[in-house]
């Protein structure tokens, strides 16, 4: 059965209605990136409604963890570069497997046109509440999508975190990306992802397009102090 659609189209305070009643308490958490604040709505009894979702699998239903409503270390650290990182005043940007769609949120509060995909029709919710408490929703349009089509038009940046976990999609996504963006040199591609996460066969197919730079950054977790390493790569067509 298909996850059922909301109508993003409707105000806040209605979209919020549909969120509590999915996920119960919800709450809007301040979020600092490069010197700006972000209202990112946050499901406030995460662990409660994990274990609602672990009891319907012990009656042998199947359930789907909402891990795109966490903040995670590589999402962080994308915001912080994507506010800081140069692109034309015109470019417009898509975010794939949005989630909350931070980096989203981050190049619409610098004035960008910006697309934010999921397959998670509760992530996109999420995503536009999340633009409209920003005050970007004019900005800001949410669309699902899966790898397996393009959307019909080029954006001159991408940007995804925590996006590669599945190798079966690895051939699927390098071909959305390469479908998607600008065919130009000014062309730009910005993935985050986890350390452990290796991904070796992703990156050796879209090396064949693109020239491909790593970094690495670090992010403290703000309750644990924790240092959390996030790998960094940005693909320039070739």
Known sequence: MAEKSYDLTLPMDKLIDIAVNKFGDVEFQD???GGESFKVLQIKNMQQYIDKL???T?????VVLPLW??????????GHSLSKFSLSDDAEVLEIGGGAALSALVLARRGFSVTVTDIDQDALLFSRINALKNDVGERFTVVSSDFQNGLGKHYDCIVAC???YEEKQFDLLASFIDKNLVQAESGEVFLSLDLKRVAQNFFKESSEV???????????EQDTGEAKPVNLFRFKRK
């Open 31 to 33: 979020v600092a990136v």
């Open 54 to 56: 672990m009891d319907k």
């Open 58 to 62: 012990r009656a042998g239903k199947s």
């Open 69 to 78: 409503a966490k903040l995670w270390p590589a999402s962080m650290v994308m």
């Open 162 to 164: 925590e996006l590669l």
């Open 210 to 220: 693109f020239k491909i730079m790593k970094s690495t950054a670090t992010f403290k």
